[in-house]
């Protein structure tokens, strides 16, 4: 099978990377609007220049291959999308944008052969597939709790956070309103409330709402489940410095202006921790009251001598897994949720196994 990779950076390149172990796949295409993409130890990957506004140019590239994956900007998934969708080839992305993913999921049905899985990552993505497993197995779920925090190993700064992974994405989470279940019923979530405390092996975090990291699990377990969200994850004191910044300042509705300043003045950092928690409480047939969980804190690694940070191996292994899955024909047609999959299924793939499992 053939992949065709749309953005070329951190994460493109380290899906890509992920890639050349996996005997499903044959080839990659990496395109991106930049040229001199540096594709060292990526013995299947060639570049394709390609501007996603320029739709001439992405069709052809779309057409040439057997899938694509989006690891480009979410503002710019809509039109890779609707080129897949023309076309009829499958697509695969890792966004969290809430409208972005209704847009999807009401294009895959001009294209009802193909393959459109969008929210394939980290969180939107892995964190879905292990809570929808993990209340799928009680029969009465009282509660599903899901957090995730890519966080800097070391901070001194005052927000106690270094950029690791897409700044528009950040923003874009700490700006938009997201969804949850309360009562069974689907409720909207304001951005960065819902502030609680967590411990974790002796470390203690904050969480708070964000968009998008629910996915489309509460139109999949309204009515089945009590209350049912998802928080992303800091160290103290984060979240109070974010919201003076976009909801006192009123910087909100100028989120390029806010990524401009993130990317400008916040270090990158390559020595980061991914921090993995989603708790389950309900009744098992016939039974008591049970709690189940998932917990995990996952790091970098150097693959095809390539250095790798938490958060880029965690979110490729996440849409690599599936795209195993989709390889070995267990992905229907169609929109498919990450809900769908069952963690059984994403931990026997080489990459969601060798990254997820225990």
Not at 73 to 83: D, E, G, Q, T, W
Not at 194 to 201: A, L, M, N, P
Not at 241 to 252: H, P, V
Request: overall charge positive.
């Amino acid at each position: 099978m053939k992949i065709g990779i749309v953005g070329a950076g951190k994460v493109g390149g380290t899906i890509a990377t992920l890639l050349e172990s996996c005997k499903f796949c044959t080839g990659v295409a990496l395109a991106d609007a930049r040229a001199n993409i540096d594709l060292t130890g990526l013995k299947k990957s060639r570049f394709v220049q390609v501007d996603v506004k320029e739709t001439a140019s992405l069709a052809a590239f779309v057409q040439g291959v057997d899938a694509i994956v989006s690891a480009a900007p979410y503002f710019l998934n809509k039109a890779i999308a609707s080129a897949c969708a023309k076309a009829g080839v499958s697509y695969f992305d890792l966004t969290e944008d809430v409208e972005t993913t209704a847009f999807i999921q009401k294009l895959a049905k001009k294209a009802p052969k193909a393959t459109f899985m969008p929210q394939c990552g980290l969180a939107p993505g892995a964190i879905n597939i292990v809570g929808g497993s993990l209340a799928s197995s009680l029969q009465f779920v009282r509660n599903c709790e899901m957090r995730v925090g890519a966080l800097p190993l070391n901070a001194s700064n005052q927000m106690k956070y270094y950029l690791s992974w897409s700044t528009a994405g950040l923003i874009n989470e700490y700006c938009q309103v997201g969804e949850a279940l309360h009562g069974g019923k689907l409720v909207t979530t304001m951005p960065l409330d819902g502030v609680e405390r967590i411990t974790i092996d002796g470390t203690e975090y904050e969480a708070f709402n964000t968009s998008g990291g629910v996915a489309t699990m509460c139109q999949t377990f309204a009515g089945k489940v009590g209350d049912l969200n998802y928080k992303t994850m800091r160290y103290p004191g984060h979240r109070d410095l974010m919201k003076f910044l976009l909801q006192d300042l009123n910087l909100a509705p100028r989120q390029e202006l806010v990524t401009q300043i993130f990317d400008q003045e916040v270090p990158l950092t390559e020595s980061d921790v991914v921090v993995f928690y989603v708790s389950v409480v309900g009744n098992e047939a016939g039974g008591g009251l049970k709690q189940r969980s998932f917990i995990k804190k996952m790091h970098g690694d150097t693959i095809h001598g390539r250095k790798l940070n938490a958060i880029q191996l965690t979110t490729a292994a996440g849409i690599v897994g599936v795209l195993e899955l989709f390889s070995k024909k267990k992905l229907g047609p169609g929109f498919v949720r990450q809900e769908s999959v069952s963690l059984e299924s994403f931990l026997s793939t080489r990459w969601g196994g060798r990254v997820y499992g225990k």
